[in-house]
């Protein structure tokens, strides 16, 4: 676990950094510090509490101010790495993109998360917002997020009814993060799911604007 000051003496922080490029929206002002996150290890960091911090996934909800952000932001990394199916069993980083999520377990025969495949945002992102469409929300495949306190440091683990996920609402708060994530999925085939995120990418074409 690193403070803010440590990271700041290490060179870790960049100052200044444009917002608009990593949102979807591609609008807004810059943060006043941004944390390039790589690995989970890097997210482990206290902030002091007079420090706002902004935890950034993929953007795909985030409309940015034109003034900026006066505070940390924390980018987590866009990656799988980490990323294990076992059975049924999922366990994938807070930054892993639903896509990708939907994509892997698939391949590997697992049901349950094929209508991400429409949806790019990132599993911290998700969790954040009960993300759902097509009849599923995250809170139908979600076991237990793990969940870091920026302002405190305290790590916790939170199911579906910890995290209160209700429709596109979480209780968790701006200075929490999510580390990662297990999933349940259902038995299934390559060929089905893949057949079923050819219907959902079909249907959103069709219904959505985006
Ligand atoms: C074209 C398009 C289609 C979409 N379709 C759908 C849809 O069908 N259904 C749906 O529900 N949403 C949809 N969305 C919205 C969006 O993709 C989802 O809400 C997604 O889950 C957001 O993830 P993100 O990583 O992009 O979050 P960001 O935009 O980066 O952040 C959004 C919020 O989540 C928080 N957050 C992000 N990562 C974490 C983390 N690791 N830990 C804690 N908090 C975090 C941020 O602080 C912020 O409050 C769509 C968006 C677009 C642009």
Same mark, same amino acid.
């Not at 482990?44 to 935890?55: E, G, Q």
């Given at each position: 676990?690193?403070? =803010? ?5 290490? %060179? ?25 996150? #790589? ?6 960091? *206290?902030?002091? &509490? &007079?420090?706002?911090?902004? *935890? =950034? /996934?993929? $953007? ?7 003034? %900026?952000?006066?505070? =940390? ?8 790495? @980490?990323?294990?199916? !076992?059975?049924?069993? +999922? !366990?994938?980083? /807070? ?12 391949? #590997? $025969?697992? @049901? $349950?998360?094929?209508?991400? *495949? ?5 599993? %911290? $992102? ?10 599923? !929300?995250?809170? &139908?495949?979600? +076991? ?27 209780? =968790?708060?701006?200075?929490?993060? *999510? ?5 349940? %999925? ?5 060929? &089905? #799911? ?5 219907? +959902? ?8 604007? /985006?």
């Amino acid at each position: 676990m690193r403070t =803010l000051d440590e990271l700041l003496a290490a %060179g870790k922080v960049e100052r200044d950094v444009p917002l608009g490029p990593l949102s979807t929206y591609r609008r807004g002002g810059p943060a006043r510090w941004f944390l390039r996150a #790589e690995s989970s290890d890097d997210l482990r960091i *206290v902030v002091p &509490d &007079d420090v706002p911090v902004l *935890v =950034l /996934g993929r $953007g795909s909800n985030l409309v940015v101010a034109s003034s %900026g952000f006066d505070g =940390l932001v924390v980018h987590l990394p866009s990656s799988s790495a @980490g990323l294990v199916i !076992d059975g049924v069993d +999922v !366990d994938a980083p /807070g930054g892993c993109p639903l896509p990708l999520l939907a994509r892997r377990t698939a391949a #590997e $025969g697992v @049901g $349950g998360f094929a209508w991400y *495949v429409g949806i790019p945002g990132s599993v %911290g $992102g998700a969790i954040r917002m009960n993300a759902g469409c097509h009849g599923s !929300d995250t809170s &139908d495949v979600l +076991v237990a997020a793990t969940v870091w306190h920026l302002h405190t440091g305290v790590e916790d683990r939170r199911g579906p009814e910890g995290l209160d996920l209700s429709y596109r609402h979480s209780n =968790l708060t701006d200075d929490e993060l *999510v580390l990662s994530a297990s999933f349940r %999925g259902v038995p299934s085939t390559p060929a &089905d #799911e893949e057949s079923a995120m050819r219907e +959902v990418t079909r249907w959103r074409r069709e219904t959505q604007p /985006g």
